[in-house]
């Protein structure tokens, strides 16, 4: 049961630039930075962005995350079509049994 | 290279129990948090358990607790998950992944191993 959550999809075309969004609350994004990582099919996931704006060696600085309040996105530009994925935001939260939650996933389709 | 291996997944009968391991390399085992992460194939990620790097504190989701026990074996560089009273709604694709920090209720995950399948079916 996901507590974070996120469009299903998003898509775009070559070049453009596509923001996928992920709604919190104040006991995870809201108390918590957030994470990002990117899943591609049959594999495991992997860390994208972390600590809000945060990229891992390795990642592409067209990955771009950011947060504000209890909500926070996570923006890809010059798509390529190997950035057709799924990506979660993740985050800390401190509710009553601490636990870290995941958003409900994103699908990027690359037309 | 930092490497995961998971092992013991299966199929196993509601009600019984399987306990899976993660054997770890290319890091210092003993300075990080370690975790387990499940995804019912074709579905999202759900975080299962964490351990801290000195076994002194641990978490769990709600929907494991009292079911699952995390644990690690620094000597060995191996984490471990004995999960009992199995239920069919336990079936998924179980990752182990590395923690960022030392302590289980802080940082991210990075890396990930390829994960080992549960199912629980009669």
């Known amino acids: 049961q996901s507590v974070l959550t996120q469009p299903p999809s998003a898509s775009g075309t070559p070049g453009q630039r596509v923001t996928i969004s992920c709604s919190g609350g104040s006991s995870n994004i809201g108390s918590n930075t957030v994470n990002w990582y990117q899943q591609f099919p049959g594999t495991a996931p992997r860390l994208l962005i972390y600590n809000n704006n945060q990229r891992p060696s390795g990642v592409p600085d067209r990955f771009f995350g950011s947060k504000s309040g209890t909500s926070a996105s996570l923006a890809i530009s010059g798509l390529l079509s190997e950035d057709e994925a799924d990506y979660y935001c993740a985050a800390w939260d401190d509710s009553l049994n601490a636990s870290y939650v995941f958003g409900t996933g994103t699908k990027v389709t690359v037309l | 290279e930092v490497q995961l291996v998971e092992s013991g997944g299966g199929l196993v009968q509601p009600g019984r129990s399987l306990r899976l391991s993660c054997a770890a390399s290319g890091f210092n085992f003993d300075d990080y948090a370690m975790h387990w992460v499940r995804q019912i194939p074709g579905k999202g990620l759900e975080w299962v358990s964490g351990?801290?790097?000195?076994?002194?504190?641990?978490g769990y989701a709600d929907s494991v607790k009292g079911r699952f026990t995390i644990s690690r074996d620094n000597a060995k560089n191996s984490l471990y998950l004995q999960m009992n009273s199995l239920r069919t709604e336990d079936t998924a694709l179980y990752y182990c992944a590395k923690g960022t920090r030392y302590m289980w209720n802080d940082g991210s995950f990075d890396p990930w191993g390829q994960g080992t399948l549960v199912t629980v079916s009669s």
């Open positions: 351990i801290s790097w000195n076994s002194g504190g641990i």
